[in-house]
């Protein structure tokens, strides 16, 4: 059997702060399992631990107990990274190398070869629709576009596990759609991806599984679908309603022992509406005018 | 496909060498340094003859020292903090780096900005020392003075380039150590002049301790002397540049002194490891 992409056994962490020796528990006796290939929500109130299990597993803490590891190598070696693309919350990262510069130096970091260095970095500056800025400056991106070559850099050494924390947060809902459409081409590409998000309907359209964290417990985890179907009801969505056959089809369903709760017409999201009514196609990245055009 | 430490070190210190030659304070301080330097020029109306090289050296040197000094204190505090503050750490510990290669990584590419910075101060003050010397020999009232040729050793600013180097190296590892464990960049840069001054001023703890009888007071001091290391041993400008046959400094004692400076900057490295590889990031 493989080995899952992350396996969490036990996991605690406290935080000292006081002088006193009081400690806060931040991660609560958390256990999970990650399988291959699959787009994992883990998701909580701001503080629950989320962000601090993520650390753990990427080494950047020391567990209090228990163990991390991915596929099968624990956390505490930096050869469990190897298999690891890293988005950090609101992103930062050297100003003053240009979008490609910064690609290419943890291509580098990650130890592509140097004969695929600038293979790799145009790739994944196309899936990430970067390519026509990638020549300026990280000081010069839009949020939204430095989520985007956050994502390039943590997926240029082709890992196979992605880890993004709040891709979306402080996106506009274009941004957010092209990062959750990106997020779907890397499981296409075979990838795990695992993420912290707020925006909830987001992950609920993304993700195959999720994790609710509170209080830095683990409170709830299954797959999307099982958790959120109610599994004694069903709609219909009918095309070209008459009211008039209301009256027969509750008769119907009354005939087999079932009711019709509610009569509604179903809505597009809000977000849908939106991307529909604005040009997603320019998605932030600006466009370079030169002086002489200007004038 | 992981690379090599070494290639990741050289990545690390390339792209801190570079952030820091980007950075206005770095610029600033250096059009200071190169204005002082070059004001020594000024020095000509005082018409001192020989002299006035001893004084453009140690006007040279005392500005070398005190920017020199500032660069190693204030650049690495400010290169190491904004990768915490800034959260660039987070992401490059997330990637298969081990938190010895970032911290030697870091500190590399501050020996080289310093490289950068004492390499270009000395050869712009060898070269006001060589345009005023060239001009004083054609002086007849100073021919004694030159009559064994010229009188400043070029060869010793050279020299004086890596023992420069390695003062202001050691200066940067003592702040790099302190600022593994420390939180604040402001902290950090406080107590690396303190121990700055206590290193300058050790050398008033060896003698005393070589005049006290208590054979506990005598170790303790003698600890403390190890602890710091001791900068003043490498004040031997006069020695490289102006040597004489009672002042000077054989080879064997300049690579004993760049041996000390780099023995002290391993173990301050090591420590500094030490201590941030268990830090929270």
């Given at each position: 059997m493989s080995e899952p992409a992350i396996r969490i056994k036990n996991l605690t962490k406290d935080f000292r702060i006081g002088v006193r020796g009081v400690k806060l528990r931040a991660v609560d006796n958390v256990s999970l399992e990650i399988g291959d290939n699959q787009i994992f929500g883990l998701l909580g109130p701001n503080g629950c631990g989320k962000s601090t299990t993520m650390k753990i597993l990427l080494g950047l803490l020391e567990p209090t107990k228990g163990e991390c590891s991915i596929y099968g190598i624990n956390?505490?070696?930096?050869?469990?990274?190897?298999n690891v693309g890293f988005l950090p919350e609101a992103p930062y990262f050297y100003k003053f190398l240009s979008g490609r510069e910064l690609v290419r130096f943890y291509a580098r970091v990650c130890g592509v070869p140097k004969s695929e260095i600038s293979d790799r970095t145009e790739d994944v500056l196309t899936l990430v629709s970067m390519q026509n800025a990638a020549?300026?400056?990280?000081?010069?991106?839009s949020k939204g576009m430095l989520q985007r070559i956050g994502i390039a850099q943590a997926v240029v050494h082709d890992p196979k596990l992605i880890v993004l924390d709040e891709p979306t947060a402080g996106v506009d809902p274009i941004g957010s759609h092209a990062i959750a459409e990106l997020i779907i081409a890397l499981k296409e590409r075979g990838k795990t991806v695992m993420l912290c998000s707020h925006l909830l309907a987001q992950v609920e359209g993304l993700c195959d599984r999720v994790a609710i964290m509170s209080r830095g417990k683990l409170v709830l985890e299954g797959g999307v679908d099982e958790l959120l179907e109610k599994e004694d009801q069903r709609s219909l969505i009918i095309r070209d309603f008459n009211p008039q056959a209301q009256a027969e089809i509750e008769a119907v369903l009354a005939k087999y022992g079932?009711?019709?709760?509610k009569v509604e017409a179903p809505r597009i999201s809000l977000d849908r509406l939106f991307l529909e009514n604005t040009d997603g196609a320019a998605i932030g990245s600006g466009q370079d005018v030169n002086d002489k055009e200007d004038a | 496909m992981n690379g090599s430490s070494f290639a990741r070190l050289l990545l690390i210190a390339r792209n801190t060498f570079l952030e820091a030659v980007r950075q206005k304070f770095f610029n600033v301080l250096v059009v200071l340094s190169i204005a002082m330097i070059a004001s020594a020029n000024f020095f000509r109306q005082f018409d001192f003859g020989s002299s006035e090289l001893k004084f453009i050296a140690d006007f040279g040197m005392g500005a070398v020292l005190l920017f020199g000094s500032i660069l190693s204190v204030v650049v690495t505090a400010q290169l190491f903090f904004s990768e915490i503050e800034n959260r660039t750490a987070l992401t490059m510990l997330a990637k298969p780096v081990h938190r010895w290669e970032f911290i030697t990584g870091k500190f590399l590419g501050v020996f080289l900005v310093l490289m950068a910075f004492v390499s270009l101060m000395l050869f712009l003050l060898a070269a006001v020392l060589y345009w005023r010397e060239s001009n004083l020999m054609t002086y007849p009232r100073y021919a004694d003075d030159f009559a064994n040729g010229r009188i400043v050793n070029y060869t010793g600013i050279l020299q004086l380039v890596f023992s420069e180097l390695f003062k202001f190296g050691l200066l940067a590892a003592v702040t790099l150590f302190i600022a593994s464990f420390s939180n604040t960049n402001l902290y950090t840069v406080i107590i690396s002049f303190f121990v700055m001054i206590i290193c300058q001023l050790q050398y008033i703890a060896r003698d005393s301790w070589s005049d006290l009888d208590n054979p506990i007071l005598r170790g303790i001091v003698w600890m403390l002397s190890l602890l710091f290391p001791n900068l003043q041993m490498f004040n031997v400008g006069e020695q490289l540049v102006f040597p004489t046959e009672q002042v000077t400094l054989s080879m064997g004692g300049y690579i004993g002194l760049l041996g000390y400076g780099a023995i002290y900057i391993a173990v301050l490295l090591g420590l500094s490891a030490y201590t941030f590889r268990r830090r929270e990031i």
């Open positions: 956390s505490h070696s930096v050869k469990s990274r190897l020549h300026r400056r990280v000081g010069t991106y079932s009711k019709l709760d | -």
